[in-house]
């Protein structure tokens, strides 16, 4: 009766021992305060977002933290995106984002932008 009360005991741990190894190392994967994808979007892990589409990182972008800390920037252009080049890896949406940055600064001190335009047009983006 011991041994068996030993037995169950040993497995039990090594059991714990295992699934909070495997819950860590999921937790390492996935920030549950952005999701599966925005993590290595916003960090720059270049492994997984590399292989996102425009359409992904637009749909994460919308959500993003890091957009609303651009927008608080706003209408220091040039800050925003010295903000945007530190904080997101070099990618072909980071290219897009950059750009746009630029035609609604340029469009904005043209005067065809209102402040208000202006920043639902970096908003929209």
Known sequence: MNKTIIVVGVVIFFFISWFTGFV???????????????????TGDKAISGTLSIEE???????SPVKDKM??????FIEM????????EDSDFKTKLLNNIDSVNERYIGGELTQQSAKASLSKF
């Open 71 to 76: 927008l608080s920037l706003f209408p220091k």
């Open 24 to 42: 860590t190392e999921i937790n390492e994967d996935v920030d549950v305060n952005y999701g599966f994808h925005e993590k290595e979007l916003i």
């Open 81 to 88: 995106k010295n903000f945007i080049d530190d904080n997101m």
């Open 57 to 63: 990182n637009q749909k994460i972008w919308s959500t």
